[in-house]
């Protein structure tokens, strides 16, 4: 069984903040790593997929891989409430224009405060 | 359409009572996912389809459960004699050739009810 293991939280963090987000992944085979973000009720949307060590930026989002660790985290620099959702970590074996599936955490739900 | 579509949104069944759900990707995606959600839980891979063909059906729970899909469109979910367990919001995403996994895109699901 391929593990994929989050802080369920919640994390609370004011708004202006950064917020950490935290995965460990059991498969030393994975390939490639996504975070998604669900806001209450709805479906997933996928933020940000990293395939390679070290970080990789988009606007306030920072996703960082360390495969070495068998680790991958999501920061969110300048913490909005509007960045209050549940993320979920999803990690697959595969890479690129490979299809497959992907397993996921249970998730971490994030609150940011005014 | 612009965005995956799933139908219904809402199902209230009575167990033991057969269900179909449908998931309509965005046109051009070969191909499409079906995951499970259950109350507080993170997604669970059902099956994954290329084109009309379904290359991972090993997250399917049971024979209980079975998919088809047409071509490179609409998927159909069958859940037969439905039991309690099978309570959850059903999501299916669709891709495009060559993106993979890196744009898979959600439909709103469908929140199955079995009392």
């Known amino acids: 069984q391929k593990e994929v293991e989050q802080n369920s939280g919640p994390l609370s963090v004011p708004e202006g903040a950064i917020a950490s987000l935290n995965c460990t992944y059991s498969?030393?085979?994975?390939?490639?790593f996504f975070w998604y973000r669900q806001y209450s009720g709805k479906s997933p949307e996928l933020i940000m997929f990293?395939?390679?060590?070290g970080d990789k930026e988009d606007g306030r989002f920072t996703a960082q891989l360390n495969k070495a660790s068998q680790y991958v985290s999501l920061l969110i620099r300048d913490s909005q409430p509007s960045d209050s959702a549940t993320y979920l970590c999803?990690?697959?074996?595969?890479?690129?224009?490979?299809?497959?599936?992907?397993?996921f955490g249970r998730g971490t739900q994030l609150t940011v405060w005014p | 359409g612009a965005g995956v579509s799933q139908s219904p949104s809402n199902k209230v069944t009575e167990k033991g009572k057969d269900v179909e759900l449908r998931c309509d990707p965005i046109s051009g995606h070969t191909a499409l996912y079906w995951y499970r959600q259950r109350l507080g839980q993170g997604l669970e891979f059902l099956i994954y389809?290329?084109?009309?063909?379904?290359?991972?059906k090993s997250g399917l729970p049971s024979d209980r459960f079975s998919a088809e899909r047409t071509g490179e469109s609409v998927s159909t979910l069958t859940i037969q004699r439905t039991q309690q367990e099978d309570s959850a919001v059903y999501l299916c995403?669709?891709?495009?050739?060559?993106?993979?996994?890196?744009?898979?895109?959600f439909g709103q699901g469908t929140r199955l009810t079995v009392v």
């Open positions: 995403a669709s891709s495009s050739p060559g993106t993979g996994l890196r744009e898979a895109f």
């Open positions: 389809f290329q084109g009309n063909s379904a290359p991972d």
């Open positions: 999803a990690v697959s074996a595969d890479r690129g224009s490979t299809l497959g599936r992907l397993y």
């Open positions: 498969d030393r085979g994975s390939q490639s």
């Open positions: 990293i395939y390679s060590n």
